[in-house]
Structures are given as structure tokens and as C-alpha cells.
């Protein structure tokens, strides 16, 4: 009995250290958030009326959807 309880504790052991998939999980919201500011640099750098007409926009937008 106590040889399958060191297999099972040799086992489960490895399974409950999750430090390392936390740490891939940060890096990609990480990751993910550089490039959606990426891509909103990028839109707002190609327009003239900078980020207020954008946001105007979007919030026109809103206010359309909603009523």
C-alpha cells in the first residue's frame, strides 16, 4: 500500500504545481495587450483628426445602437 501511495504522491505532485501555466497565462494577456495598443497606435496614427474624432465616433456609434 505504501509503494502506491509514493507512485500516487510521485505522480499528483507534478500536477499541482501550476506556477508555471500562471506564468505563461500573464505573459500572454502580456502579449495580447501590446498588440491591441499596437493596433490602436497604429489606426490613430493614419487619421487626421487624432483620437477625439475616434472617439467621437464611437460613442455617436453607441448612441446610435442603443436609441
Given amino acids: ?3 502506491l501511495l509514493a507512485l500516487y504522491t510521485k505522480v499528483t ?4 504545481n501550476e506556477k508555471g501555466a ?3 497565462e500573464w505573459l500572454g494577456i502580456a502579449a ?3 498588440l491591441v495598443l499596437g493596433i490602436i497606435s497604429t ?3 493614419n487619421q487626421s ?3 477625439e474624432q ?13 436609441g
Fill in 13 to 16: 505532485t507534478p500536477l499541482k
Fill in 1 to 3: 500500500m505504501s509503494k
Fill in 43 to 45: 489606426a490613430v496614427s
Fill in 22 to 24: 500562471q506564468s505563461l
Fill in 49 to 51: 483628426g487624432g483620437i
Fill in 32 to 34: 495580447l495587450l501590446i
Fill in 54 to 66: 475616434i472617439i467621437s465616433k464611437i460613442i455617436t456609434k453607441i448612441g446610435n445602437m442603443v
